[in-house]
Protein backbone atom coordinates (compact mmCIF):
# COMPACT_ATOMS: atom_id res chain seq x y z
CA UNK A 1 0.00 0.00 0.00
CA UNK A 2 1.38 3.42 -0.96
CA UNK A 3 2.19 5.55 2.06
CA UNK A 4 -0.39 8.38 2.13
CA UNK A 5 -0.57 10.53 5.22
CA UNK A 6 -2.35 13.96 5.54
CA UNK A 7 -0.21 16.58 7.24
CA UNK A 8 -2.47 18.59 10.31
CA UNK A 9 -1.78 21.86 11.22
CA UNK A 10 0.86 22.35 8.38
CA UNK A 11 1.22 26.14 8.70
CA UNK A 12 0.51 26.90 12.06
CA UNK A 13 2.90 24.29 13.42
CA UNK A 14 5.79 25.08 11.19
CA UNK A 15 5.14 28.93 11.45
CA UNK A 16 5.44 28.68 15.65
CA UNK A 17 9.09 27.26 15.10
CA UNK A 18 9.88 30.77 13.93
CA UNK A 19 12.30 29.07 11.66
CA UNK A 20 15.44 31.09 10.35
CA UNK A 21 18.14 30.30 7.53
CA UNK A 22 21.05 28.32 8.86
CA UNK A 23 19.69 26.60 12.30
CA UNK A 24 19.22 22.81 13.42
CA UNK A 25 15.45 21.52 13.49
CA UNK A 26 14.16 18.41 14.05
CA UNK A 27 10.68 16.67 13.27
CA UNK A 28 10.75 14.26 15.38
CA UNK A 29 7.57 12.63 13.76
CA UNK A 30 8.27 12.81 9.95
CA UNK A 31 5.45 10.88 9.12
CA UNK A 32 4.85 11.19 5.49
CA UNK A 33 7.54 13.85 5.50
CA UNK A 34 4.56 17.09 5.02
CA UNK A 35 6.17 18.85 8.01
CA UNK A 36 9.69 17.96 7.21
CA UNK A 37 9.16 19.44 3.38
CA UNK A 38 7.70 22.78 4.79
CA UNK A 39 10.64 22.87 7.09
CA UNK A 40 13.12 22.52 4.77
CA UNK A 41 12.07 24.63 2.12
CA UNK A 42 12.34 27.27 4.93
CA UNK A 43 16.03 26.77 6.05
CA UNK A 44 17.96 27.60 2.81
CA UNK A 45 21.02 25.76 1.91
CA UNK A 46 22.97 25.89 5.09
CA UNK A 47 20.32 25.14 7.39
CA UNK A 48 20.05 21.03 8.93
CA UNK A 49 16.90 18.95 9.41
CA UNK A 50 16.88 16.00 11.21
CA UNK A 51 13.84 13.43 10.40
CA UNK A 52 12.66 11.05 13.09
CA UNK A 53 10.31 8.41 12.63
CA UNK A 54 10.60 4.80 14.28
CA UNK A 55 8.22 3.64 11.34
CA UNK A 56 10.32 2.16 8.45
CA UNK A 57 7.86 2.77 5.64
CA UNK A 58 7.40 6.96 6.81
CA UNK A 59 11.32 7.14 6.75
CA UNK A 60 11.09 5.86 2.64
CA UNK A 61 7.84 8.23 2.31
CA UNK A 62 9.48 11.13 3.30
CA UNK A 63 13.11 10.46 1.86
CA UNK A 64 11.02 10.16 -1.67
CA UNK A 65 9.29 13.99 -0.71
CA UNK A 66 12.29 15.12 0.31
CA UNK A 67 14.11 14.83 -2.77
CA UNK A 68 16.50 17.18 -3.94
CA UNK A 69 17.01 18.42 0.06
CA UNK A 70 19.72 16.83 2.32
CA UNK A 71 17.81 16.36 5.77
CA UNK A 72 19.59 13.24 7.86
CA UNK A 73 17.06 10.63 8.33
CA UNK A 74 16.98 8.83 11.90
CA UNK A 75 14.64 5.30 12.25
CA UNK A 76 14.72 5.76 16.11
CA UNK A 77 11.94 6.74 18.50
CA UNK A 78 12.04 10.15 19.49
CA UNK A 79 12.41 9.64 22.90
CA UNK A 80 16.30 8.67 21.98
CA UNK A 81 16.73 12.05 21.00
CA UNK A 82 19.41 13.07 23.51
CA UNK A 83 21.51 10.16 22.91
CA UNK A 84 21.16 10.13 18.76
CA UNK A 85 22.09 14.22 18.01
CA UNK A 86 25.64 13.77 19.73
CA UNK A 87 26.01 10.84 17.41
CA UNK A 88 25.46 12.94 14.47
CA UNK A 89 27.66 15.88 16.18
CA UNK A 90 24.79 18.26 16.77
CA UNK A 91 24.74 19.49 20.56
CA UNK A 92 21.80 22.10 19.97
CA UNK A 93 18.20 22.44 18.23
CA UNK A 94 16.71 26.21 17.06
CA UNK A 95 13.72 24.22 17.01
CA UNK A 96 11.28 21.01 17.08
CA UNK A 97 8.00 20.09 15.73
CA UNK A 98 6.13 16.37 17.33
CA UNK A 99 2.80 15.24 16.02
CA UNK A 100 1.77 12.64 17.94
CA UNK A 101 -0.29 10.08 17.30
CA UNK A 102 -0.87 6.92 14.77
CA UNK A 103 -0.55 8.02 11.09
CA UNK A 104 -3.35 7.89 8.41
CA UNK A 105 -1.01 5.80 6.58
CA UNK A 106 -1.04 3.68 9.21
CA UNK A 107 -4.57 3.57 10.21
CA UNK A 108 -5.63 3.17 6.80
CA UNK A 109 -3.08 0.24 5.70
CA UNK A 110 -5.02 -3.15 7.15
CA UNK A 111 -2.45 -4.84 7.58
CA UNK A 112 -1.11 -2.41 10.28
CA UNK A 113 -3.82 -3.77 12.41
CA UNK A 114 -4.46 -0.61 14.02
CA UNK A 115 -7.63 0.29 12.85
CA UNK A 116 -11.00 -1.50 13.80
CA UNK A 117 -13.08 -0.92 10.60
CA UNK A 118 -10.80 -3.73 9.13
CA UNK A 119 -10.35 -7.06 9.43
CA UNK A 120 -6.57 -7.81 10.19
CA UNK A 121 -4.16 -9.33 12.06
CA UNK A 122 -3.53 -7.61 15.31
CA UNK A 123 -0.44 -5.65 15.39
CA UNK A 124 -0.34 -2.05 16.19
CA UNK A 125 3.56 -1.40 16.18
CA UNK A 126 4.84 1.45 14.68
CA UNK A 127 7.85 0.10 14.64
CA UNK A 128 7.34 -3.21 13.36
CA UNK A 129 9.35 -4.83 15.79
CA UNK A 130 8.48 -5.89 19.70
CA UNK A 131 5.73 -6.46 21.24
CA UNK A 132 2.39 -6.16 19.45
CA UNK A 133 -1.15 -6.17 20.24
CA UNK A 134 -1.49 -9.51 19.95
CA UNK A 135 0.74 -10.06 22.48
CA UNK A 136 -1.34 -7.89 24.92
CA UNK A 137 -4.38 -9.38 24.30
CA UNK A 138 -3.59 -13.00 24.87
CA UNK A 139 -0.83 -12.63 27.50
CA UNK A 140 -1.77 -9.74 29.80
CA UNK A 141 -3.45 -10.38 32.49
CA UNK A 142 -7.50 -9.34 33.16
CA UNK A 143 -6.90 -7.09 35.69
CA UNK A 144 -3.44 -5.30 34.02
CA UNK A 145 -6.01 -5.25 30.61
CA UNK A 146 -8.57 -3.66 32.52
CA UNK A 147 -6.20 -0.78 33.81
CA UNK A 148 -4.54 -0.19 30.49
CA UNK A 149 -7.86 0.39 28.79
CA UNK A 150 -8.92 2.17 31.56
CA UNK A 151 -6.02 4.81 31.52
CA UNK A 152 -4.95 4.52 28.46
CA UNK A 153 -8.44 4.30 26.77
CA UNK A 154 -10.57 6.25 29.23
CA UNK A 155 -13.02 3.50 28.97
CA UNK A 156 -15.73 3.46 31.95
CA UNK A 157 -16.63 -0.55 30.89
CA UNK A 158 -12.95 -1.53 30.54
CA UNK A 159 -13.48 -4.24 33.36
CA UNK A 160 -16.74 -5.60 31.54
CA UNK A 161 -14.11 -5.20 28.15
CA UNK A 162 -11.23 -7.14 30.08
CA UNK A 163 -13.58 -10.05 31.14
CA UNK A 164 -15.10 -10.83 27.66
CA UNK A 165 -11.30 -10.78 26.33
CA UNK A 166 -10.32 -13.13 29.48
CA UNK A 167 -12.91 -15.26 28.27
CA UNK A 168 -12.70 -15.72 24.61
CA UNK A 169 -9.21 -15.90 24.59
CA UNK A 170 -9.59 -19.54 26.87
CA UNK A 171 -11.08 -21.61 23.65
CA UNK A 172 -8.52 -19.88 21.00
CA UNK A 173 -6.17 -16.94 20.88
CA UNK A 174 -7.61 -13.98 19.53
CA UNK A 175 -5.61 -12.94 16.30
CA UNK A 176 -7.42 -10.16 14.50
CA UNK A 177 -8.89 -6.83 14.73
CA UNK A 178 -12.29 -8.11 13.89
CA UNK A 179 -12.23 -10.37 16.52
CA UNK A 180 -11.32 -8.38 18.75
CA UNK A 181 -13.74 -5.53 17.72
CA UNK A 182 -17.00 -8.21 18.07
CA UNK A 183 -15.83 -8.83 22.14
CA UNK A 184 -15.57 -5.57 22.70
CA UNK A 185 -19.03 -4.37 21.36
CA UNK A 186 -20.41 -7.58 23.28
CA UNK A 187 -19.41 -6.26 26.20
CA UNK A 188 -20.70 -2.65 26.56
CA UNK A 189 -24.65 -1.76 26.93
CA UNK A 190 -26.78 -2.11 23.92
CA UNK A 191 -27.09 1.70 24.20
CA UNK A 192 -23.55 2.61 23.87
CA UNK A 193 -23.82 0.24 20.76
CA UNK A 194 -26.48 2.16 18.66
CA UNK A 195 -24.53 5.92 19.78
CA UNK A 196 -20.94 5.08 18.40
CA UNK A 197 -18.37 2.52 17.42
CA UNK A 198 -17.32 1.54 20.97
CA UNK A 199 -14.32 -0.11 19.93
CA UNK A 200 -12.08 3.15 19.63
CA UNK A 201 -11.33 3.29 23.27
CA UNK A 202 -9.85 0.21 24.09
CA UNK A 203 -7.66 0.18 20.49
CA UNK A 204 -6.41 3.67 21.69
CA UNK A 205 -5.75 1.44 25.33
CA UNK A 206 -3.74 -1.16 23.42
CA UNK A 207 -1.85 0.79 20.82
CA UNK A 208 -0.48 3.28 23.12
CA UNK A 209 0.84 -0.08 26.13
CA UNK A 210 2.02 -1.64 22.48
CA UNK A 211 4.22 1.82 21.40
CA UNK A 212 5.08 2.92 25.05
CA UNK A 213 3.54 6.33 23.86
CA UNK A 214 2.71 8.32 26.86
CA UNK A 215 6.20 7.39 28.49
CA UNK A 216 8.50 8.01 25.35
CA UNK A 217 7.03 11.45 24.87
CA UNK A 218 7.62 12.55 28.70
CA UNK A 219 10.85 11.72 28.14
CA UNK A 220 11.19 13.38 25.02
CA UNK A 221 9.80 16.80 25.57
CA UNK A 222 12.03 16.68 28.49
CA UNK A 223 15.14 16.28 26.50
CA UNK A 224 14.08 18.26 23.95
CA UNK A 225 13.50 21.08 25.96
CA UNK A 226 17.04 21.20 27.03
CA UNK A 227 18.52 20.72 23.67
CA UNK A 228 16.71 24.12 22.79
CA UNK A 229 18.97 26.91 22.56
CA UNK A 230 17.39 30.30 24.10
CA UNK A 231 14.80 31.49 21.79
CA UNK A 232 14.37 28.13 20.46
CA UNK A 233 10.81 26.57 20.06
CA UNK A 234 9.02 23.27 20.55
CA UNK A 235 5.89 22.45 18.67
CA UNK A 236 3.50 20.00 19.51
CA UNK A 237 0.38 18.66 17.97
CA UNK A 238 -1.52 16.51 20.12
CA UNK A 239 -4.84 14.20 18.96
CA UNK A 240 -6.27 12.98 22.75
CA UNK A 241 -6.58 14.18 26.32
CA UNK A 242 -4.16 12.31 27.71
CA UNK A 243 -1.09 13.33 25.82
CA UNK A 244 -2.39 16.81 25.77
CA UNK A 245 -2.94 16.82 29.12
CA UNK A 246 0.88 15.84 29.21
CA UNK A 247 2.41 18.74 26.72
CA UNK A 248 -0.12 21.11 29.06
CA UNK A 249 1.08 20.20 32.14
CA UNK A 250 5.08 20.25 31.13
CA UNK A 251 4.67 23.55 29.11
CA UNK A 252 3.03 25.30 32.47
CA UNK A 253 5.51 23.72 34.38
CA UNK A 254 8.37 25.48 31.99
CA UNK A 255 6.55 28.84 31.64
CA UNK A 256 5.67 28.95 35.61
CA UNK A 257 8.06 31.77 37.82
CA UNK A 258 7.78 31.82 41.34
CA UNK A 259 5.48 29.24 43.57
CA UNK A 260 5.93 31.14 46.86
CA UNK A 261 3.02 31.92 48.77
CA UNK A 262 0.93 34.78 47.96
CA UNK A 263 1.47 36.24 51.19
CA UNK A 264 5.44 36.02 51.09
CA UNK A 265 6.79 39.57 50.64
CA UNK A 266 9.38 38.97 48.40
CA UNK A 267 9.97 36.11 46.76
CA UNK A 268 12.53 33.48 48.11
CA UNK A 269 12.37 30.42 46.17
CA UNK A 270 13.97 32.15 43.58
CA UNK A 271 12.21 29.95 40.75
CA UNK A 272 11.96 31.93 37.14
CA UNK A 273 10.08 30.64 34.08
CA UNK A 274 11.98 28.67 31.68
CA UNK A 275 9.95 29.31 28.67
CA UNK A 276 7.51 31.54 27.24
CA UNK A 277 4.28 30.27 25.89
CA UNK A 278 3.55 31.41 22.02
CA UNK A 279 0.01 29.80 21.91
CA UNK A 280 -1.62 30.93 25.24
CA UNK A 281 -4.83 28.40 23.81
CA UNK A 282 -3.89 25.53 21.68
CA UNK A 283 -4.53 26.07 18.22
CA UNK A 284 -7.21 24.05 16.29
CA UNK A 285 -8.06 23.20 12.47
CA UNK A 286 -10.03 25.92 10.91
CA UNK A 287 -13.22 25.00 8.72
CA UNK A 288 -11.21 24.59 5.70
CA UNK A 289 -8.88 21.95 7.27
CA UNK A 290 -11.50 20.15 8.93
CA UNK A 291 -13.43 20.24 5.60
CA UNK A 292 -10.80 18.49 3.24
CA UNK A 293 -9.84 16.31 6.78
CA UNK A 294 -12.05 15.29 9.30
CA UNK A 295 -9.42 13.47 11.59
CA UNK A 296 -8.04 16.99 12.58
CA UNK A 297 -11.35 17.94 14.22
CA UNK A 298 -9.14 16.68 17.58
CA UNK A 299 -5.39 18.37 16.93
CA UNK A 300 -3.93 20.77 19.44
CA UNK A 301 -1.05 22.65 18.71
CA UNK A 302 0.83 24.39 21.82
CA UNK A 303 3.88 26.36 21.24
CA UNK A 304 6.51 27.41 23.63
CA UNK A 305 9.86 29.48 23.40
CA UNK A 306 12.86 28.67 25.55
CA UNK A 307 14.16 31.92 27.70
CA UNK A 308 17.49 32.52 28.71
Avoid: W
Avoid at 153 to 162: H, S, W
Avoid at 166 to 189: D, Y
Avoid at 212 to 221: K, Y
Wanted: glycine content about 8%; overall charge negative.
Amino acid sequence: MEFSHTTVLLMPAVDGLNIHEGGIYADCTTGGGGHSLEIAKRLGGSGKLICFDRDGEAIAAAKKRLEGYSPVFVQRNFSEIKDVLPELGIDKLDGAIMDLGVSSHQLDDPERGFSFHNDAPLDMRMSGEGMSAYDVVNDYPEDKLSEIIFEYGEEKFARGIARGIAMARESAPIRTTGELAEIIKRNVPLKVRKEKNPCRKTFQAIRIEVNGELDALTTALDDIFELLVTGGRLSVITFHSLEDRIVKQKFRALCEGCTCPKEFPVCVCGKKPRAVQITKKPITADEAELAENPRSRSAKLRIIEKLP
